[in-house]
């Protein structure tokens, strides 16, 4: 998966963002939005600080300002709700410190705070963006008052280059290999591979491999162009491994591809536009923004 910056424009100064999907299954990626989420129903396995974290009903999770992330329902009943919002609503009351664990322990009115907030910026009333605001504030400082807290880790020159390298991938995919990968973090093969997938949950092969399917996809779906032709720009080496890695991804040999085929798994972005890493299966049951 290509890990990408999720990019939401808001319509108003005060950044809130709050929804509840059902079978909530996304790409992986990051945003400097602070994300609270609670599973109403089901279970699902969100990936972040390199493990994956299962989650049943009641249970809720914490992804902090800049975290590597990406979710998976178990079933397509599970409903989960989303409350993103500015980091600077906590940035002055949160100093050094930051959760210990993404996974919350104790019990928190999130659904009633979740409706609340939902309430007030469907409303549009005057202040009902600084009350939402103000709701989200006492619910996370009730969180970081009942939980386990570490000093706050920065950002350190590696992870800053890692997301450089997912953009990198994305641009120029149709020749860049394994080897060019691990020169571009300054790591030994051995080491690279290791570190790719601790930190995305998948083998780098993988990542490469969806990312030039889904241009093959592209454009197969936009134009006449043979096969051979389709391979090459798509960046396998062989018309063979073409075949074979396509049908281990879509299902399908490339001649058998329904014309109105849809990639579960989207991974190519345009580096600075608007991104919402949310996955065609999902269903955006309800939602309101600030």
């Known amino acids: 998966m290509i890990a990408k910056r999720e990019i939401r424009n808001y319509s108003e100064p005060v950044k809130i963002w709050v929804g509840k999907y059902k079978h909530s299954h996304n790409l992986l990626h990051w945003h400097y939005d602070c994300e609270l989420l609670f599973v109403e129903k089901g279970s699902i396995d969100v990936f ?17 300002r800049g975290e590597v992330h990406y979710m998976t329902a178990r079933d397509e009943d599970t409903t989960l709700i989303v409350i ?8 002055p009351y949160l100093g050094d410190v930051q959760l210990a664990s993404p996974l919350l322990r104790g019990s928190y ?19 009902s963006g600084v009350r939402a605001a103000a709701h989200i504030m006492l619910l996370m400082a009730d969180v ?40 571009f973090m300054g790591m030994s093969e051995g080491y690279f591979s290791r570190y790719f997938h601790a930190v995305t949950g998948i083998t780098f092969p993988k990542c490469l491999n969806y990312v030039r399917t889904e241009r093959a996809i592209e454009l197969m779906q936009s134009g ?26 879509t299902g ?22 608007p991104f919402d890493p949310t996955l065609r299966d999902c269903e955006l049951l309800e939602y309101a923004q600030g």
């Open 224 to 249: 006449e162009r043979s096969m051979t032709e389709i391979a090459s720009l798509a960046g396998f080496g062989t018309i063979r491994n073409f075949n074979r890695v396509f049908r281990e991804i």
């Open 109 to 127: 009115p999130i659904p009633e705070v979740y409706a609340k907030v939902r309430g007030l910026l469907l409303e549009k009333a005057p202040c």
């Open 144 to 183: 970081f008052a009942g939980e386990e807290l570490s000093a706050r880790e920065t950002e350190d020159g590696t992870t800053k280059r890692f997301k450089e390298l997912m953009e990198h991938i994305s641009e120029k995919y149709e020749f860049f290999t394994f080897s060019d990968a691990a020169a």
């Open 84 to 91: 993103l919002f500015d980091y600077d609503i906590l940035r």
């Open 252 to 273: 399908y040999a490339p001649r058998e591809l329904p014309s109105d085929y849809l990639l579960t798994d989207g991974f190519v972005y345009p580096t600075n536009a």
């Open 48 to 64: 972040c600080r390199r493990k994956t974290h299962a989650l049943k009903e009641g249970d809720a999770l914490f992804l902090g």
